[in-house]
Every structure is written in structure tokens, then in C-alpha cells.
């Protein structure tokens, strides 16, 4: 099986990429063959053998998705997108990159499979931001998006498109509403949600960290590993049940500052969170109180689907992949 | 108050613009001026004194709806749009037209926006289309849009993109998804859903009528009248309550064929009901059997849009204006 990773050299297409050649195959077939794609050039996988390309591309330019489908994968992950904050702040790159970058990737296949019956799975990261306020305390399938930014506008949007391209058999598409990663790796961010995992990332490396918002502020989350562990169970499913519903949202854990305060306690200390420093923030604060905070995922957890098993568990996987890195 | 319609030429634009020219207002306000649009040459009103501009012109072209936009509208009613079975049949013209269009619009809003501060109320009519199956009896405001049409997934994407153009505050959007009309004026179109209007018209002008689908087929209607009345209340509300959830579904009457008939046999007697042919259709009804039955639109009710009092009134209405014509 050739695979292509679209946003390749992101934090999540890196890591996607590091599991897909450390497991040699996907679902039950060997891994042939890799592509990855992204406007920051990749890195190329060290310890496969098997056919690589990496190429810097804009897939927001028309050409580029058909260039990216070269090799015909038939498994094509869709991570590449300018995230919440910039496609804010800048419309219209936003609105090219996650909008058109999205529908001209779903038209180059569309030719491919007109032209010689080529139909790949498409695996799509959508995200929590489809969903706006009002909001119940737990969230269903069948909740409407109604979002609250661009960024999540062009992100149901891209929901939208999956289901119309699969429901017309050019791709076998799945999108999976990710939950917000946590721990996030590498340096602190200017996300809005940086803090959920600088109060933990931050303190365990001996680093202070500022919390901006209430101990009592809940949210759903999923660990890096779970999330590439989702896109990996997505890339084998058996989809012909899900209908014109092709967009899931994933399954995550649901805890308050104060839960992820006490896990850190419990694995690092009070010397720990002795290092997060209470320094509220009025506008981040009305971003997040707009935030869904539980979600009953019951359509991913018939698929297979499966959270990590605690914070508690969050965390340790945390601690002790960056011990090893 | 300068209006313009887009998508004038079709059935309800011109409804439309023959209640507005009839009112002499719009809302509170006095209508100074009508421009139409439709890629087919809208008729120009008569008994309007007013400034009148009608133009030809394909609104998925760039450049046209800047062009539409030259009065400075202080309300754009946008109606046109690739019908269902056309957006099916012919994918590259929906996206083109329904979506390419509907953005192009908002864009060269947006253009007048940033550079004058222009922030017209803008109407969209949107469809029932974006309902998917699986469906409850009775669906809610919160229930999501899951469309199983390429029509259905245009205009649920110009519905995000109206919440997201008003909430940015480039315009000031409401977005309507109309019940099916009905009785729809004029001859019997291939529309899937053409019984539902042919059942009762043509038995009305003594001609005979085929019902493709059981007796048990409920679905939600509105009159021709109503429906212009929602666009003409949409018009003057004051929104700003609404966040981001700008589309509503609009009050309707849930009925069956059954109820339909009943309807008929009391307006116009045993004779007209005998014109209907049962001749069931499995196409048709594999197309019907996944729409929607019945809303709860307390949204809608709220904002003080109300249906047609009755199937009954809905009958009286047609029959009181198709001897008026
Ligand atoms: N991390 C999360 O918490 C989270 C949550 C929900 C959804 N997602 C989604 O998952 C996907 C991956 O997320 P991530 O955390 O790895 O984000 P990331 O920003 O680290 O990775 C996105 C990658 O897309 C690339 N990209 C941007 N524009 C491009 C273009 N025009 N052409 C080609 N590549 C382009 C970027 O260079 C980047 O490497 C994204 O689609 C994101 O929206 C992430
Ligand atoms: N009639 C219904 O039951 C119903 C129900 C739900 C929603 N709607 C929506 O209401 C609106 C009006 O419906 P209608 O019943 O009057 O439909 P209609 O087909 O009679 O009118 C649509 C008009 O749009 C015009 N149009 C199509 N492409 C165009 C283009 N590229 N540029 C300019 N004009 C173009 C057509 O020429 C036509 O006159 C449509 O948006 C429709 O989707 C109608």
C-alpha cells in the first residue's frame, strides 16, 4: 500500500509518519511506498525502505494535489491546514488553503477516478471548532456545526465536500473530529488552547507556565498518540455503513484544569505545579468558555474507536516519550 | 430602501417582486428602487415608479455580482440557485452556481465592506436538502445538517458561509431553509417532489394527475405566499440576537398524501380527487422515502415567522389565486 501524507511536516503528519515506518504496514497491508507533501518541506524517513517522495508544495496552487496523487496512494491523509489563530486573523488565506486547498484535492481525484476508476480512502482531520454556542454540557453526533470562527466554518465545510465526493463514490472518504491535543509537544504556542498543555508540559520540564483561565474550565482531549492511532484505525475501516455521516468526532477525555492539575501532581509533585503561575486573561478566557466541553461519541466508538484510558494515562505517555526523544 | 433580487426570473423572485412592487415598501421602509438579476432577463415590474434596473447576467461569473451590486442595495435577496435534480445531474454547474456563486456574492460584499463600510441585510434561501437519513420524526434547530444531495451540500455550505461573512460583519445574513411549496404555480416539472403540487393543481384545472408514492408519505409544505412572506419578515428583523447560528428552518405544515386528498375532496368534490392515478413509482420513492416529515422550528417562531394556517388555507389560497390570474 502506498500512503501520502498531506501536511506531512506538521506535528501530526511527522509523527503519523514516524509510526506508519515503524510498523512497516497499514491496517493489514504492508507499507510500500510514501509520500509526503507540505508547503514546509518534510523530512525524509530515516529506516524505510520502501519507495519515498517528499515534496514542498502549496496544495492551495492548482496542479498540486494532482502532482501529490503521482503514485496513486490508496490512502491519502489530509492533515494540511492553516490552523484556528492564522485563518483568523488572515480570510483569505484561510479560506484558500482549508476551503479551495481542500476541494482541489477532492477534484484532482474526482479526474483520477472519471478517467481511470481510481478511488482512494481519504482520511480528514476535522476539528471541535465545527461546533458553536450555544452548546449542551455533552455533545452528540447528531449536534449541528455551527462554528464559530473560519477556521471552523472551513473545516465543516471540508466535512461537507468528503461526503459529497464519497456519496458519489469518487474517494471512500472519513473525517475525524480530533480532540484537542494533549500534550501537545515542542515549544509553547500563541493558540488560545496553548495553556492545557503548557501547565503540564512546561512544569515537567522545570519550566514555569501561566494558567489564563479557572481551574474550573472543562474540555475534551486526546493524546498525540491517540490521535495518530485514530487516523491509523480510519485508514482500515470498513466504511460502507456510514452513509452520507462520514465525519466523526473522535473519542477523548473530558476534564477540568483542576483534573489536569491533580494528574500532574500525582506524577510530578507539588514542586511541580508549584510552577504554574495563576495569571487570569480575560480574552482568552471568552474564547474558551465558547468551547464544547464533553462530547457522547458513540458513532466512533461503534467504528472502533478508542480514547486514551485516563488523564493519569496522558500524561505517563507524555513523560515517557520525552524521555526518550 | 433599494432591493435587489437575485434570481428574480424564477418562481419565487417573481412572486417576490410582484408583492413588493404591490406594497410600495419594504419593512418599515419606503422602496425606492428594485434591481433584478437572473441569468434568464428578469421581466421589468410593472406599476412601479420607482428606479429600476434589470439585468442578464450569470452571477457565477466574477465581475457580476459587483456589477448587481451598483445601487448599493440596502437588502439583497439572494434566490438564485441551480434547482436539485440540475445540481445532481450536472456537478460541476452546482458547485459552480450554488457555492462558486453564493462566495463570489459575499466577496464582492465583503470588497464594499472594507472599503465603504457597505453591510447590506443580506437572504438566503436555503432548502430541506441539507437533512440527511438517518432523521428523527421531528427534527430540531440543533439537528444536523447531513445532506444527501449535492444541492443539499451547496446549500449547506452557503449557510456557513453566511454566518461566517455576518459574524465577521461584512453583511447582515439570515438564511431561510423554505418548506417544500406547495401548491407550486405552473405546469408539472420533473422535480421529484412535483406530486406533491400536482396532485391538488391538476385535478383543480380538471386535468388528471399521477401519484408515484403511498398514501402514508408525510412531508412539510408551504404555500407560494407564505414563503415570500418568511423572505419579506426576514427582511426588516433585527438580528443581532441570532450569534452565529443564521440559518433557521421555516414554520411549515407536516401532512400526508392521505391529508392532501382529504383537503382536495373538501375544496372541490369527489370528482377531482377522481382525477389522481395511483401509480406507485419505486425511483421516486426511494428519493422521497429519506426526506424529512416534520420541524420543530422554535428558532423561527421566536423571530415571528408563521405558517400557512392550514393544508386547508393552504388549498383556499391556490384556488382563490389562480382564478385572480
Ligand atoms: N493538533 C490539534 O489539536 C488538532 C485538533 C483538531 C484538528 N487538527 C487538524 O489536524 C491537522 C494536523 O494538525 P497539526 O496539529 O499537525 O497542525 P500543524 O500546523 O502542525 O500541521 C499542519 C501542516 O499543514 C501544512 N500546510 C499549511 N498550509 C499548507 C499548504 N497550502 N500546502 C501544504 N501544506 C500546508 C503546514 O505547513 C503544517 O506542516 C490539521 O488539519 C488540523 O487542523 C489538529
Ligand atoms: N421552491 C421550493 O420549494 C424551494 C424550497 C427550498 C428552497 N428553495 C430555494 O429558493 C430559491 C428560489 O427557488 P425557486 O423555486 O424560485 O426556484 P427557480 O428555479 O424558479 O428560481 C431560481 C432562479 O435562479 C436563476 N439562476 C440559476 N442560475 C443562475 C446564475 N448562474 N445566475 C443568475 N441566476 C441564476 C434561475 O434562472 C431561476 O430563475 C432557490 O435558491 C431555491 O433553491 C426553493
Known amino acids: 500500500m502506498h500512503v501520502l501524507i498531506l501536511g506531512a511536516a506538521g506535528m501530526i503528519g511527522r509523527r503519523l509518519t514516524a509510526e506508519l515506518v515503524a510498523a512497516g504496514r497499514v491496517g493489514n497491508d504492508p507499507l510500500t511506498g510514501l509520500t ?15 519507495a519515498v517522495r517528499v515534496e514542498a508544495a502549496d496544495l492551495s496552487r492548482p496542479g498540486a494535489a494532482a502532482a501529490a496523487l503521482t503514485e496513486r496512494p490508496g490512502i491519502v491523509f489530509h492533515l494540511a491546514a ?33 478517467s481511470e476508476g481510481y478511488r482512494p480512502r481519504v482520511v480528514f482531520t476535522s476539528s471541535l471548532a465545527v461546533f458553536g454556542q450555544p452548546l449542551p454540557p455533552v455533545i452528540g453526533d447528531d449536534f449541528i456545526p455551527a462554528p464559530a470562527s473560519s477556521y471552523g466554518v472551513q473545516k465543516a465545510m471540508g466535512e461537507l465536500l468528503l461526503a459529497d465526493y464519497s456519496r458519489r463514490g469518487f474517494l471512500d472518504g472519513i473525517g475525524l473530529r480530533l ?14 488552547s496553548g495553556f492545557f498543555s503548557g501547565i503540564l508540559r512546561e512544569p515537567l520540564a522545570g519550566l514555569p507556565a501561566v494558567l489564563p483561565v479557572p481551574d474550573t474550565v472543562r474540555h475534551w482531549f486526546a493524546s498525540p498518540g491517540a490521535a495518530t492511532g485514530f487516523l491509523l484505525h480510519a485508514a482500515g475501516l470498513d466504511l460502507s455503513d456510514l452513509g452520507t455521516r462520514r465525519t466523526l468526532t473522535m473519542p477523548g477525555i473530558s476534564v477540568t484544569v483542576a483534573e489536569e492539575i491533580e494528574a500532574l501532581r500525582r506524577a510530578a509533585g507539588e514542586s511541580a505545579v508549584a510552577l504554574i503561575r495563576r495569571e487570569p486573561n480575560p480574552v482568552i478566557m471568552r474564547i474558551i468558555e465558547t468551547w464544547p466541553e464533553a462530547f457522547d461519541t458513540r458513532a466512533a466508538n461503534a467504528l472502533g474507536f478508542v480514547a486514551d484510558a485516563s488523564f493519569d494515562a496522558i500524561l505517563a505517555r507524555h513523560i515517557a516519550e520525552s524521555q526518550r526523544s
Open 36 to 50: 509526503l507533501v507540505d508547503v514546509v518541506p518534510p523530512e525524509r524517513p530515516r529506516g524505510f525502505d520502501g
Open 82 to 114: 492553516v490552523v484556528s489563530g492564522e485563518a483568523e486573523a488572515d480570510m483569505d488565506l484561510g479560506y484558500r488553503v482549508n476551503l479551495d486547498g481542500t476541494r482541489l484535492l477532492f477534484e484532482a481525484i474526482r479526474t483520477l477516478s472519471e
Open 179 to 192: 480532540p484537542t491535543i494533549c500534550v501537545r509537544p515542542g515549544k509553547p504556542n500563541k493558540a488560545a
